[in-house]
């Protein structure tokens, strides 16, 4: 494994490992996921070097944590844990979002229990809170850093004004929002003022949820209640316009003898040194194949077919619904 650095001085793995699909999510995201291959993905990315684990309160929402805690559990050195609040649930699920200073502490420390852990490595806000200042949600992640209980501060899906405001605040190591092949709307300004500000990006859904690695081929590939159904990208509308990019990364996969989900991560990983794509992962085979790309070289040849495969703003449909949509960039 190669590693890269975050924002000034922390350290992770070139590539990191997703843990959304694993526990809590249940089928109507990515599948049914199994316990106990979930755990064992996790270890197996530990022997592959990988050492940045990324979860969320929401997930689940609460267990997948106590799963990625269970599965750390003697293995703490040298992992990097990053965890996210700011969403407002019950038992029916989410019901807003809430980056009140007296939310930031509750969620931390019920996350710091449910992970087993005496510090969380790099805390996100999950979305920006248009009710409460950033200087204020901020202020309170910093002074979880002053008490030792959180190393790093990211945000996710944030707007420029806000990651301004936020870093003027306190340092941010990380930037969390989509970017892939099939998601290149942060190249235009977000990523320019990261790289200003000296904030690393961390790129979720870095394969198109799914759609990259070629393994989907036709939507009634998607298990029945799986949400990509619902996802505009994924409308029979637009399925076979965005297969058009997909054939050209399996063409330069077979000239690399690689995976297609190698080569749209090894296209993340050439865009820059601050760039650490997170693939999501239930099992060990997805992500052994994953955690290649970090050795699959792309030529200037391969660079410019996936930029002209993939153009910004080329892919058919929005990347959300219009309600998911509404809480990025704020």
Not at 253 to 264: F, N, R, T, W, Y
């Amino acid at each position: 494994m190669k590693y890269r650095t975050l924002g000034p001085d922390f350290e992770v793995s070139a590539l990191g490992l997703g843990c959304m699909p694993m526990a809590g999510i249940g089928k109507g995201m990515y599948g049914e996921a199994n316990a106990d291959e979930s755990i064992a993905t996790i270890h197996r990315a530990i022997e592959l070097g990988v050492t940045l684990f990324d979860t969320a309160e929401i997930y689940g929402p609460l267990i997948n944590e106590e799963l990625l805690g269970k599965a750390i559990r003697g293995k703490r050195d040298g992992v990097v844990i990053a965890t996210k609040f700011g969403f407002r649930y019950d038992d029916n699920g989410m019901t807003g979002v809430d980056s009140t200073p007296a939310n930031v502490r509750r969620a931390c420390e019920g996350s710091l229990k449910r992970l087993g852990v005496e510090t969380i490595d790099l805390l996100y806000q999950h979305r920006v809170d248009p009710g409460v200042p950033i200087e204020d949600t901020v202020g309170a992640m910093a002074e979880l850093v002053r008490e030792g209980k959180v190393r790093h501060l990211g945000l996710s899906e944030a707007g420029l004004d806000t990651i301004r405001r936020a870093a003027a605040t306190h340092p941010i190591a990380a930037l969390q929002s989509e970017y892939s092949l099939w998601e290149r709307g942060v190249e235009d300004e977000i990523l320019p003022l990261c790289r200003e500000l000296g904030i690393g990006f961390v790129p979720y859904s870095p394969l198109g949820r799914g759609f990259l690695t070629g393994q989907i081929t036709a939507r009634s590939d998607l298990p029945e209640g799986d949400y990509r159904r619902n996802d505009p990208r994924y409308s029979e509308e637009n399925f076979a316009k965005n297969m058009e990019m997909v054939a050209v990364v399996k063409g330069i996969a077979d000239a690399h003898g690689a995976s297609p989900a190698q080569v749209a991560l090894a296209w993340l990983l050439a865009q820059g040194d601050d760039i650490v794509p997170i693939p999501g992962s239930k099992r060990r085979v997805t992500l052994e194949d994953s955690m290649q790309a970090a050795d699959v070289a792309l030529t200037a040849d391969d660079l410019a077919k996936l930029d002209a495969a993939a153009p910004k703003g080329g892919t058919a449909g929005p990347r959300y619904g219009e309600k998911a949509l509404s809480m990025t960039r704020i």
